[in-house]
């Protein structure tokens, strides 16, 4: 018999950063403050960020609202990374030229190293609890990786995981249920933002 308890699993990108990454900007904090208070009460067994100082300040200051029985746990396959490198052929026509374009700035470390780290993220964060018990685990991460873990709940090509912006401190849900497709329940959803801390970290030109 198919179990019915399913995993809850939580995506922010980290709080705005400083420019030269060491930390987070005054509104950072406030991002990552508003973003805890707003999961408060959710029933999360874990905070998991990856090892760069601003996820992991931002996962703190999540986790100071969430309280002690909340672990916060640094985890490297919630890094940034580039999670899957196409071939030219894989991407759609009118844009191969500008995404493979866009994947030329990675070095070998990075084909190396960010398709094996998503292929480990995707088997530690995703699909039904094993258990059988439900769970809700929160993972303060980067861009390239929600893309990732967002495309694949949706059955969607591995490459597009390009072209999928998050704001920071934004926050995505996904639930993965046994015998059910994966449902994206929220995406980029920042209503626990003000309007001046909204839309930090995405493109200018997709702000509406």
């Known amino acids: ?16 950063a400083l420019p030269d990454e060491s930390g987070l900007t005054e509104n950072g904090f406030r991002q990552a403050e508003l973003l805890g208070e707003r999961l408060r009460g959710t029933p999360l067994a ?7 100082p601003r996820a992991a300040q931002t996962a703190a200051l999540i986790g100071e609202r ?12 919630a890094g940034d990374y580039p999670p899957h490198f196409p071939r030219e052929s ?16 990675f070095g070998p ?8 780290l998503a292929r ?3 088997a530690r964060f995703t699909g039904p609890p094993a258990a059988g018990k439900a769970t809700h685990e929160l993972v303060v991460t980067h861009n390239f990786l929600i893309g990732r ?10 490459w597009r995981w390009l072209g999928l912006d998050h704001a920071n401190a934004a926050l995505t849900v ?20 003000p309007e001046e801390l909204r839309w930090t970290g995405f493109p200018a030109e997709l702000h509406f």
Request: net charge negative.
């Open 46 to 52: 874990a905070v998991h960020h990856g090892p760069l």
């Open 120 to 122: 480990e993220a995707l």
């Open 109 to 116: 470390e990075d084909r190396a190293w960010g398709p094996q």
């Open 149 to 158: 873990l967002v495309s694949a709940a949706l059955d969607a090509p591995p």
């Open 66 to 77: 969430l309280g002690a029985a909340v672990p916060v746990e640094a985890n490297e396959l």
């Open 90 to 105: 894989e991407l759609p026509p009118d844009s191969a030229y500008y995404l493979s374009r866009f994947l030329d700035r």
């Open 1 to 16: 018999m198919t179990g019915t308890a399913s995993r809850y699993l939580y995506l922010t990108r980290h709080a705005e």
């Open 174 to 193: 996904i639930r993965y249920t046994p015998g059910r497709p994966h449902s994206v329940l929220l995406y980029n959803d920042m209503r626990h933002l």
